[in-house]
């Protein structure tokens, strides 16, 4: 299934997403699914399940050291950690460390303001390109529904575990 991406020409395309997707998609403010999972164990247990937790790992392991693919295939494209691999929360949600505090995320105002982002389609384009090949187009109102929980809710309000 390696299909696209390794085809020829697409050198260009790749180059481009490499340079548009650093800026939004690293950042040194990721602490990784766990420990949003530590509060939020039904919507982890349900990433855990899909594509996007893996995408690093299915990789091979040149691949996995490839600037380009890393770009798009795990959270932090320049950090090694391991708990920050593959497609993450804080891809879709914003960076974490500081709306995961109990007492802001409690706050939806607060939370917004601390960085916990609104998802919209450019949520995803910076990795689903409109010119990116595939088999079939991304097509957002269908595909949000596969990543957005609606089968998996932490139940609201429920006491909070101790802090990270
Ligand atoms: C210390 C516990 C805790 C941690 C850690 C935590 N959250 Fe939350 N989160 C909450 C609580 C509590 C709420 C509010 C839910 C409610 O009571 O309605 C919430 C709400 C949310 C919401 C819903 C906001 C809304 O307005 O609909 C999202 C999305 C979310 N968290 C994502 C994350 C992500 C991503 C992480 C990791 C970066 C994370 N949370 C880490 C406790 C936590
Ligand atoms: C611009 C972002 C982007 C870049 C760069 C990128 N990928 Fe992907 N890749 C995706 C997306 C998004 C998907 C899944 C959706 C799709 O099929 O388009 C995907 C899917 C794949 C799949 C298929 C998984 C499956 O189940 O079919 C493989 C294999 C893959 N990529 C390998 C690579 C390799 C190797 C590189 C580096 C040479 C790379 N990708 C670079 C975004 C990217
Ligand atoms: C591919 C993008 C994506 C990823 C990755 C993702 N989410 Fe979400 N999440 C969504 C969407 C879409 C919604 C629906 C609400 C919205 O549009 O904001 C949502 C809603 C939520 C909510 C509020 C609704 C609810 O279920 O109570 C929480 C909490 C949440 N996500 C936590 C997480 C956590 C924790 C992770 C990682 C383990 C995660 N999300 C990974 C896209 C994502
Ligand atoms: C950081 C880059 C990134 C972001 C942001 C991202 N994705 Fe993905 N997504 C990927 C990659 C890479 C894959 C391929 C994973 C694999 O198959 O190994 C993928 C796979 C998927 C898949 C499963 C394969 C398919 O095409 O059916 C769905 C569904 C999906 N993404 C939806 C979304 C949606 C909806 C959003 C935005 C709310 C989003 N993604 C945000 C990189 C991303």
């Given amino acids: 299934m390696a299909r696209a991406h390794?085809?020829?020409?697409?050198?260009t395309f790749v180059a481009v997403a490499v340079i548009g997707s650093?800026?939004?998609?690293?950042?040194?403010?990721?602490?990784?699914?766990?420990?949003?999972?530590?509060?939020?164990e039904a919507e982890y247990q349900a990433?855990?399940?899909?594509?996007?937790?893996?995408?690093l790992a299915r990789l091979s392991e040149k691949q996995q050291q490839n600037a380009q693919c890393r770009s798009c295939h795990t959270m932090d494209p320049w950090s090694s950690d391991p708990e920050l691999a593959g497609v993450?929360?804080?891809?879709?949600?914003?960076?974490?460390?500081?709306?995961a505090p109990d007492l802001v995320m409690r706050d939806e105002e607060l939370s917004r303001l601390m960085g916990l982002e609104k998802i919209t389609e450019a949520t995803c384009r910076p990795c689903h390109r409109a010119d990116a090949p595939r088999l079939?187009?991304?097509?957002?109102?269908?595909?949000?529904?596969?990543?957005?929980h609606a089968e998996a809710?932490?139940?609201?309000?429920?006491?909070a575990p101790a802090q990270p």
Wanted: charged letters at 20%; one cysteine or more.
């Fill in 47 to 55: 990433w855990r399940k899909t594509p996007h937790a893996q995408a």
């Fill in 6 to 11: 390794l085809t020829a020409g697409l050198t």
């Fill in 136 to 148: 079939r187009a991304f097509d957002y109102a269908t595909l949000v529904k596969q990543v957005n």
């Fill in 153 to 159: 809710r932490t139940p609201r309000r429920a006491p």
């Fill in 88 to 99: 993450q929360c804080e891809s879709c949600h914003g960076a974490g460390r500081a709306y």
């Fill in 22 to 40: 650093a800026t939004a998609l690293a950042g040194p403010d990721h602490i990784g699914a766990r420990r949003c999972g530590a509060c939020h």
